[in-house]
């Protein structure tokens, strides 16, 4: 079983930042794709951020210009760093990382997600 921990979610006030830490029990250069997603209650989960072993990046509109996806592989953690944070960006923000296994299917990890809260 491959670990994802996040860490760094907390309250915050609009306009203010957070930097997210995932770190995996694996080498994050052994996934396709890392990524970071953000779920509220009632709502789908919803991509934020990825960042492939290549180092492609993509962002949702919505954060696009204010969130940073990165890498750091000899400490196996992906991070966010969050910018001129909303309120509408409050959510449970969880990392995910996606690899093909031996077998051929794709093995989908997800960490216990952090929580941001953003102030208005």
């Known amino acids: 079983q491959v670990q994802l921990v996040e860490s760094g979610g907390g309250l915050v006030q609009a306009g203010g930042s957070l930097r997210l830490s995932c770190a995996a029990s694996a080498s994050i250069s052994s996934f396709n794709v890392m990524a970071w997603y953000r779920q509220v209650p009632g709502k789908q989960r919803e991509l934020v951020a990825s960042i492939t072993s290549t180092g492609i990046t993509n962002y949702a509109d919505s954060v696009k210009g204010r969130f940073t996806i990165s890498r750091d592989n000899p400490k196996s953690t992906v991070y966010l760093q969050m910018n001129s944070l909303k309120p509408e960006d409050t959510a449970v923000y969880y990392c995910?990382?996606?690899?093909?296994?031996?077998?051929?299917?794709?093995?989908?990890?997800w960490g216990q997600g952090t929580q941001v809260t953003v102030s208005s």
């Open positions: 995910n990382a996606n690899r093909y296994g031996s077998a051929g299917g794709l093995l989908v990890y």
